[in-house]
């Protein structure tokens, strides 16, 4: 199970960090990640780490020095930290765990968490 939080309304230029709460399966062994989906759209992969040996993260072109994916192991959270909104930023947000096609998190996920950002 995965449950989101930390979304929100902010201005342009603020900043919003999405938190996700795992259990039921051991962290470490699947990759996670971030997507989202704006109104009339579809799906987008934000992040996604695959949580290999090597550590590859995979981000979105336009979230690159913007987002950044995090993790508490111990305590099966992981987070993304949102800096320098843009209202092309508002959408649900989503947190997934499973296994990355490039910055897109295949698996299962939570139920989503809105972001929205004013002009």
């Known amino acids: 199970q995965l449950v989101e939080s930390g979304g929100g309304l902010v201005q342009a230029g603020g900043s919003l960090r999405l938190s996700c709460a795992t259990s039921?399966?051991?962290?470490?062994?699947?990759?996670i990640g971030w997507f989202r989906q704006a109104p009339g759209k579809e799906e987008e992969g934000v992040v996604c780490?695959?949580?290999?040996?090597?550590?590859?993260?995979f981000y979105e072109d336009s979230v690159k020095g913007r987002f950044t994916i995090s993790s508490d192991n111990a305590n099966n959270i992981f987070y993304l930290q949102m800096n320098s909104l843009k209202p092309e930023d508002t959408a649900v947000y989503y947190c997934?765990?499973?296994?990355?096609?490039?910055?897109?998190?295949?698996?299962?996920r939570g139920q989503g968490t809105q972001v929205t950002v004013s002009s």
């Open positions: 780490n695959s949580n290999s040996t090597d550590g590859a993260t």
């Open positions: 039921g399966f051991t962290f470490d062994d699947y990759a």
């Open positions: 997934a765990a499973g296994y990355c096609s490039l910055s897109y998190p295949n698996g299962v």
